[in-house]
């Protein structure tokens, strides 16, 4: 299934997108502390960075972003691992060292939102990152990784919208890294407005 996930992102992203990137954001700043002794220190960064592709040429304005977030939280801290503009958040807990995430949907408006969700731990270590540009996530430390994927749907017959989200939870030496990637498919000009 996971080797699956990355395939299924970049099929939305040709399927909807045919004139190639519109905007991108870089990375944002980040400080990195982590210790290459030989344990893992979890490096203090929150990072998200995103690509956006419109298709001009479509009957019905539609736009693909793909996300990618990095996010290391100590024990008892939670907070924000990616955002999503009109969307929503994913939120993720650093209990004890045992990561836990979830979604909260912020859509207001018709059709939704409905979220559907899968978690699994994993069998072995991966690490996931569609634009290549984060970090590598830490070996897992005293518990299981986690595979979390988040499905939310929006919108009516005019407009509506997907996004896709999954997300490895990594317990570490020193609390938990949270590394995520999504992709939002947007289409209809007043949903292009308000989710871009």
């Not at 929503?88 to 990561?99: A, I, M, V």
């Not at 996931?128 to 939310?152: K, N, S, T, Y």
């Amino acid at each position: 299934m996971l080797a699956v996930l990355p395939a299924v992102a970049a099929g939305l992203v040709v399927a909807a997108c045919t004139t190639g990137p519109s905007q991108s954001q870089s990375p944002s700043p980040r400080q990195s502390t982590t210790s290459h002794l030989g344990h893992t220190v979890l490096a203090k960064l929150h990072q998200q960075t995103k690509l956006r592709f419109v298709c001009h040429n479509c009957p019905n304005p539609e736009a693909v972003t793909v996300l990618a977030s990095s996010r290391n939280l100590q024990p008892g801290q939670q907070g924000a691992v990616l955002a999503v503009r009109g969307v929503g958040s994913l939120t993720g807990t650093c209990s004890s060292g045992h990561p836990t995430v979830r979604f909260l949907a912020t859509y207001r408006g018709p059709g939704g939102p409905v979220v559907t969700q899968f978690r699994a731990p994993l069998a072995r270590p991966v690490g996931l990152d569609l634009l290549d540009l984060l970090p590598p996530a830490p070996r897992p430390v005293g518990a299981a990784q986690q595979f979390a994927f988040f499905q939310v749907v929006g919108g009516g017959e005019a407009a509506d919208f997907v996004l896709a989200v999954w997300a490895t939870l990594t317990p570490a030496a020193d609390g938990c890294a949270f590394y995520t990637n999504g992709v939002l498919r947007v289409r209809g000009p007043f949903l292009l407005r308000r989710l871009g």
